[in-house]
């Protein structure tokens, strides 16, 4: 098998990670070689459990419990933790012993909260099913829960201690749920690798995956605690989010809402004197892989939306604005300047 490895050293150690086909065959081994539990908790979803659960869990012969959580960003909230507490605690789970997260971006960010504040933390392995999963949200270590009033408003930063990316999970995917994970492989070659933007077209997934995640791990290592460099990393994602919260979280996907929000950031770049017009190539990359453009709601609907969402900062909003492929600025906007550019993009 051959296998690319990575290691995330965060303030509460480190995070190996391990980039290769066929690593959920050997998951179990691959867990057992980092851990010592005498019993293992899978969380999955509805959509991910027929197709991996019973494959993953027929690899240990440690007692395995399981709790399979409806799909779906709209059951991103505290009750699915509350529900993952329960069956950890009807399962005897104690400190020593391993969750795993088996799905995609949903069921990592819900496992990885209900690990870290379980017991105060007990250990946790990714095993990322989606592309977006992969290239982005199992690695890093921010989990967390919506809440009606925004995305992700309640969490922790908690590294997983191992991430096992298995490419050929990725073959099960839908047209769509591969797109959402194209959304964030563009975003990675906007704000730090060019290069990834000419290897969609045609490159190796693996490669891929491993070039976004190394960018992700980079910037981690520097700004765990997102109070600077990690900011870049929310490219598209605050007038995404605020779409996503307008939709109730099941009109876009998270993929579609960084797209459109990707766009719109552009824009922004340009009403702020960018040298360069990137909407275009933008779009035209983004239209390629199947991922909308267009914002679907209206200026002042969508600033009312962001103001809640937590990268504001008093009367301040740090947006990622992209002024040449591969190099992203923060730039705090005071609200009401940020009021009148959405009024005119």
Known sequence: ??????????SAGRSDILIGRG???????????????????????SNVAPLYLQRLKNEFTLPVSITVLPAGEEHKRLSAVEGIYHDLLEAGMTRKD??????????????GFAAATYL??????????????????????KTGV??????????AFYQPRLVLIDPDLLSTLSAGIYADGMAEVIKYGCIANRKILDM????????????????KRDVVQEDEHDMGLRMILNFGH???????????????????AVAVGMVAAMRLSNALGAPEDL????????????????????????????????????????????????????????????????MEI
Not at 123 to 130: A, G, H, K, S
Not at 238 to 256: D, F, P, R, S
């Open 1 to 10: 098998m051959e296998l690319k490895e990575l290691v995330l050293n965060g």
């Open 23 to 45: 690593l959920l065959d050997v998951a179990a081994e691959r867990c057992l070689s980092v851990f010592a539990p005498s019993r293992v908790h899978i969380v999955t979803d």
């Open 98 to 111: 391993l969750v795993i997260a088996l799905g995609g971006g949903v069921v990592g960010d819900i496992t």
């Open 120 to 141: 105060r933390g007990v250990p946790l392995c990714q095993i990322p099913t989606t592309l977006l999963a992969q290239v982005d949200s199992s690695v890093g270590g």
């Open 146 to 155: 919506d809440l009606p009033e925004g995305k992700n408003l309640v969490g």
């Open 200 to 215: 969609i077209s045609g490159g190796d997934v693996c490669e891929i995956v491993y070039e976004c995640v190394k960018i």
């Open 238 to 256: 605050t007038i995404g989010h605020a779409c996503e919260k307008l939709e109730n979280y099941v009109g876009l996907t998270h993929g579609q």
């Open 279 to 342: 909407t275009g190539p933008l779009t035209a990359c983004l239209k390629e892989c199947g991922l909308p453009v267009e914002l679907r709601h209206g200026r002042e609907e969508i600033y009312h939306a962001l103001l809640s969402d937590k990268k504001k900062f008093g009367s301040v909003v740090n947006f990622i604005l992209v002024r040449d492929f591969g190099r992203a600025d923060i730039v705090p906007i005071e609200a009401e300047r940020l009021h009148q550019l959405l």
